[in-house]
């Protein structure tokens, strides 16, 4: 890593393990630590590994301690369909909310226009789509549990953009996202009023914003610009996952890659073939998979099921254990996640169905 790199939330940062232990140590990310994996023991995400640090946790568990409210805000930019990337996240709003969090869900309709020109009206099929997708997943809509708005119609996070605004200079955004078109600076800021909004409709209580490592600098923006403007309200904190390479082990999951990632409305026939074709840690051929055993820290084979598609930590470990004693065969084990993806994405589906109504409901769109 580049000693002026910067993470860019809205471009193509590329992570290795390296740059995640410096962005711990240079933005003071917390290490989730052993009794925060115990007091998450229901999460696989971070029984895993996979969410790897935080800032302000203990907030949480104090308010859960002490039976005090405690929010979790995220959302998701509609511009496209669920996919494996946008899967973690809602995974991880849907458990904080099983905990107790009143959960609070934005569907980004002001980033997707000043990001990739979608216009409000035409983002709306993929915001209810996408609504439908986490309701789905196991996000449970009422009222007293979430709250979920549009950016353009909420009248909140555009005050907060107002508010904070006068705080925020030139040299501030540069040193954060560096050189920007002026829209999206403005949809950082929306964005602080989204992270904020629990404690502005609902009064101060700790907030925590489950993230992919590459929207650490909203936070920094968000926390920065509370503990100035918000003096009564509690600084939201975080959980930081690591991102999911490409498929097909390319660096990164990524549109203009369509063999890197699937999403949840293609065809079964599609993600089939990716899902075989994606890259693995197997060796040569089966004489020398046998002898030398295969490699799962670096198989995207692993990696999803660990991430997604395999909910018993034993017969995880069971697939690790085979496959570097040179047990299990690619193929094979391609075939075994083909068949459990494949189950998971039509069970999602016929959920989904159910749910795209409500979620119009939700959403107010005709
Ligand atoms: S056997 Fe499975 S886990 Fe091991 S390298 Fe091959 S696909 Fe990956």
Redesign the pocket.
């Known amino acids: 890593m580049p000693d002026d790199f910067r993470i860019d939330p809205w471009g193509s940062s590329v992570l290795y393990d390296e740059d995640y232990e410096r962005l711990i140590k240079e933005f003071g990310i917390q290490e989730v630590s052993f009794t925060d994996k115990e007091k998450m023991s229901t999460n696989r995400f971070f029984r895993r590994k996979i969410i790897f640090g935080h800032r302000d946790l203990d907030a949480i568990f104090k308010a859960i301690d002490n039976k005090k409210p405690w929010a979790v805000m995220s959302g998701i930019k509609p511009s496209g369909p669920f996919h494996l990337g946008t899967l973690t996240t809602a995974l991880e709003i849907v458990e904080f909310q099983k905990m107790g969090a009143k959960a609070y869900y934005c569907i980004a309709d002001i980033e997707s226009y000043e990001d990739n020109g979608i216009s409000y009206k035409d983002a709306e099929p993929d915001a209810v789509d996408n609504l439908a997708d986490i309701l789905a997943l196991g996000l449970d809509p009422d009222p007293k549990k979430t709250y979920i708005w549009r950016q353009s119609e909420e009248r909140i996070v555009k005050d907060v953009a107002f508010k904070v605004g006068r705080l925020v200079t030139q040299n501030m955004v540069n040193a954060i996202y560096g050189e920007k078109p002026f829209g999206l600076y403005l949809a950082a800021l929306i964005q602080v009023g989204d992270i904020v909004l629990p404690q502005v409709l609902d009064g101060p209580q700790p907030t925590i914003v489950p993230v992919g490592i590459d929207q650490d600098p909203h936070l920094r923006l968000t926390r920065d610009l509370t503990r100035r403007y918000y003096k009564n309200f509690f600084v939201p904190g975080a959980t930081y996952h690591k991102l999911l390479q490409g498929l097909d082990g390319s660096d990164k999951m990524a549109k203009r890659n369509p063999n890197s990632y699937f999403d949840f409305n293609e065809s079964l026939e599609s993600i089939e073939k990716k899902i075989k074709g994606a890259f ?3 060796r040569k051929d089966k004489k020398e998979q046998e002898q030398l055993g ?3 820290d670096i ?1 995207m ?2 990696k999803i099921e660990m991430y997604h598609f395999e909910e018993d930590d034993k017969k995880l470990e069971e ?1 690790y254990k085979k ?1 570097v004693s040179g047990q ?3 193929g094979d ?2 075939n075994h996640c083909v068949e459990k993806v494949l189950k998971f994405i039509k069970e999602h589906r016929k959920k989904k169905e159910k749910l795209i109504d409500r979620a119009r409901m939700l959403l107010n769109i005709e």
């Open positions: 693995t840690g197997g295969g490699q799962p198989c084979i692993y697939i496959c299990l065969m690619c084990h391609k």
